[in-house]
């Protein structure tokens, strides 16, 4: 650092120099670093980094009239009293750091550090900056990948280690776009040079690192439509050896205290003895251990009682142990195993909790529910069985399946999705007769007879965009799932993660068939602890519905690899159709009020505080059971308009008419205008909200990830129906948003073809709409490498299978199809949140 020459730059510019020298304050006591004293104007640094001292900090200068505005805006501003114990041990470090063994300490932190990067490099990985002269290394973690080319990011690696027993810090390095995503590791060798460590033992501690990252098997999955999570797997045996092999280094060094406690949960390892004689108790013990058993046991746990037990079996990689699993409490467990192998598959559970090793080999994605913790009681009284069943041979996972192939057992049916007749007659919300008063256009949807706009489309948009906008959804499928398996079933057959689900969350969510391909989209409410509200498509309602009863009664096919097997959960949960009068008093429709004035429309039917209150308070994504005005309602801060505040509400059929009269009334002050499907449709596709049919599954067959929406499919869940046959699919294109150049152009319909500015095709048309400003805006599958922000891109709108004339046939007067331009907007809208 040379500090002479920020001086020059500091008074070029008439600039004053401030030097903080926190991490290297150690080094330049013991001149093993430059000091700014003498040139810069301030000097800050902690005592508690290379100072080795408590945690502290000081603020230095040589200029009197600066000196006392730094201590009037420290004290009593900045900082409260000042502590008399932290100063007077500040004034030992500093007395300490007089010393000759101090000086000699630093010296030997920096050889230290410069050892260990040198090391690294010999190791194989990247040493940004080229190196170091200070006591701090940093490691490019990216010199790790992956089978498939995805880097090692240095905050799972730091993680990691930290389970490793080996406390590391996360770093930015050059090139790095995001401190929130860093690829470094930064490694400092003061506290290891003061335990003793000398080159010896720094290449001991490197070469342990070292082997420990370059085990690891990097991946990545989907955290929103543009960014991925970076994660990473290590091997049970690999972490469980780094951790003795610590524990070991850590010991012959020595240590100057007496430790009053040893052992989980903040340190344990697999070379403790195993009770060779008797069987040994295991606690299971945490909010998700039901899940967590039902991953790793070959039992049905959702069929175990409390009070009760069964007969199991635990497998790790080749070796299978009987077990014995008792439920004391609704997420407490005894789990009866071996003395002999006590100690290796506590320890397995304990890992598998902690999420960093892999449940199988081959799928590094996925990991089990959690967290838990895993308490050994001891000798146990339980008694395991030799020749009891111990596997449930219908589970479609365990931890282990592959190795239990049944003999003898027929492969279930398949379910017929093209079996699904439409009704004859078209239906009708209880407010068709409300949609004809109020002058709406009625059109057939989804076997329907539903109004498509009122006024008209812009009209009614710009209502929703600007002041608030009143939805009849009514003939969507309104379900609840009740039940002690309800989430474990319903996290079975859909692909986000249920279970995760809190009271008063929602969370969006798919059906997937056995091959991946999306049967439906869908919105799940935890409305009680073992009670989901579930909202599907109303096109898609009777399919859906036939196909989640087939499931739940075990009659289908739901896995290609184990065609015999069945839902977990299946037995202990209830489906009902709450828009079926035999709900009777639970029954539910739901309408949206979607706008930035959709609170004050529903405020102004509250009548009293708490009421108030409740909506006031109510965030995105939750919902709230409230009594508005006369009206018993489940009201949820969600939508399908792109708005950031707005509602969907459930009502009980019978005072649907009224509640949908009141919101109308109240809601005329505040710009409420009752909107259609033609204006719902052109919100959603300008938010770049997927439609069913078009930016999901339809005749183009899109996947979830292809429409943008991988990251609702939770690939660390172990299994769910469609999750293997996913995993392994392709994508060949993703959604965009495009918006036409001009105005007065031609709708563009599903199917168009979409070109490159070569005429090259690139892709098709999913929807099109008006959108706020007047101009048509759509969405398009296209080819990743052209889904740029910003490309210019071309449109064949109406395409159709008339032939034309060859260029060479052409004559005057003859007309030629041209695509009109359009680009490519960021993938969704935004608006300021509220």
């Not at 500091?10 to 670093?33: C, F, R």
């Amino acid at each position: 650092m040379d500090w002479k020459a920020l001086r020059q730059i500091a008074d070029k510019v008439n600039a004053m120099l401030l030097a903080d020298i926190s991490h290297v304050a150690g080094l330049v006591t013991a001149n093993q670093y430059p000091s700014p004293v003498g040139f810069a104007d301030v000097v800050t640094f902690t005592t508690h980094k290379s100072l080795c001292g408590p945690r502290g900090a000081c603020i230095l200068t040589t200029d009197k009239a600066l000196a006392r505005q730094i201590d009037r805006a420290v004290f009593p501003g900045e900082q409260g009293g000042p502590h008399i114990n932290s100063m007077a041990a500040i004034a030992v470090a500093f007395k300490l750091a007089g010393t000759t063994e101090f000086k000699t300490l630093q010296k030997q932190i920096c050889k230290n550090a410069a050892r260990m990067s040198d090391k690294f490099h010999e190791r194989g990985f990247r040493i940004p900056y080229g190196g170091t002269n200070t006591h701090l290394v940093n490691i490019d973690c990216k010199s790790v990948t992956g089978n498939d080319g995805t880097p090692l990011m240095g905050d799972i690696a730091s993680r990691i280690l930290d389970v490793a027993n080996i406390v590391v810090n996360r770093n930015t390095i050059p090139g790095d776009k995001s401190a929130l995503n860093p690829s470094g590791l930064r490694l400092g060798t003061t506290w290891i040079s003061q335990r003793g460590c000398k080159e010896k033992e720094v290449d001991m501690i490197t070469n342990i690192i070292a082997d420990t990252l370059l085990s690891l098997k990097p991946y990545r999955y989907s955290k929103t439509y543009s960014t991925y999570s970076y994660r990473a797997k290590i091997d049970f045996d690999q972490l469980n050896q780094t951790k003795i092999k610590i524990r070991n280094l850590a010991h012959n060094l020595g240590k100057d205290f007496q430790s009053k406690s040893y052992g989980y949960p903040h340190s344990y390892f697999i070379d403790q003895t195993n009770n060779i004689e008797n069987n040994i108790d295991l606690e299971i013990k945490g909010l998700r251990s039901a899940e967590f058993l039902q991953t790793v046991t070959s039992n049905d746990v959702t069929d175990l009682k409390v009070g009760h037990h069964q007969h199991t079996q635990i497998t790790q990689g080749k070796v299978s142990t009987r077990c014995k699993l008792t439920r004391t409490k609704k997420d407490l467990f005894v789990l009866t195993v071996p003395g002999i192998e006590s100690v290796r598959i506590k320890t397995w559970l304990r890992d598998l909790s902690d999420g960093y090793i892999s449940l199988d080999h081959d799928d590094i994605f996925s990991k089990t529910p959690g967290p838990i913790a895993v308490t050994d009681l001891g000798i146990s009284k339980n008694q395991i069985s030799n020749n009891a069943k111990v596997i449930s041979i219908d589970k479609p996972y365990f931890v282990g399946i592959e190795s239990t192939i049944p003999k003898n057992k027929k492969p279930l049916p398949e379910f017929n999705f093209a079996d699904i007749s439409s009704p004859k007659k078209l239906l009708k919300t209880k407010l068709f007769e409300t949609h004809e008063s109020l002058g709406a256009k009625m059109v057939p949807f989804g076997g329907w007879n539903m109004p498509v706009w009122y006024s008209s489309v812009s009209e009614e948009h710009n209502a929703v965009r600007s002041a608030a906008g009143l939805f009849d959804v009514s003939h969507m499928g309104v379900w609840d799932a009740r039940g002690e398996s309800a989430s474990e079933f319903l996290d079975n057959i859909c692909g986000n993660d249920i279970g995760s689900l809190k009271i008063g969350d929602s969370l969006y969510t798919h059906f997937l068939d056995p091959d991946g391909k999306a049967i439906d989209d869908l919105l799940i409410y935890r409305t009680e602890e073992q009670c989901f509200l579930i909202v599907v498509n109303a096109s898609n309602d009777t399919k859906n519905w036939k196909w989640v009863n087939a499931v739940k009664s075990g009659k289908v096919m739901i896995d290609r690899d184990r065609p015999w097997s069945k839902s977990t959960g299946r037995r202990h949960v209830t489906i009902r159709n709450l828009r079926a009068k035999s709900s009777g008093r639970d029954m539910l429709v739901d309408i949206a009020l979607q706008g930035p004035n959709s609170k004050n429309i529903l405020l102004a039917l509250a009548t009293n505080n708490k009421t108030k209150s409740t909506i006031q308070q109510l965030k995105r994504t939750k919902l709230c059971k409230i009594k508005l005005n006369k009206y018993n309602l489940i009201v949820s801060r969600t939508g399908y308009t792109g708005e950031p505040l707005g509602y969907e509400i459930f009502v009980h059929p019978d005072d649907l008419i009224q509640l949908w009269n009141s919101l109308i009334k109240v809601g005329k002050p505040y710009g409420l205008l009752p909107c259609g499907l033609a204006s719902r449709d052109s919100t959603r596709t300008e938010a770049g909200l997927p439609l069913y049919g078009h930016e999901i599954a339809g005749h183009l067959n899109i996947t979830i990830s292809e429409s943008g929406f991988g990251s609702y499919i939770k690939t660390y869940k172990p299994w769910f129906i469609g999750r293997k046959s996913y995993i392994n699919s392709k994508d060949r294109g993703k959604i965009v948003r495009f918006r036409f150049d001009n105005k007065g152009v031609r709708m563009a319909h599903l199917g168009d073809p979409v070109v490159d500015k070569r005429g090259k095709v690139i892709g098709k048309v999913t929807s099109c709409a008006i959108d706020s400003n007047g101009l048509l805006i759509g969405q398009a599958l296209i080819i990743k490498n052209n889904a740029k922000v910003g490309n210019k891109i071309g449109i064949f709108q109406n395409a159709n299978n008339k032939s034309e004339k060859s260029k060479v046939e052409l004559d005057y007067g003859d007309k030629v199809t041209l695509h009109e331009s359009a680009t490519i907007l960021p993938r969704f809208m935004k608006k300021p949140k509220i």
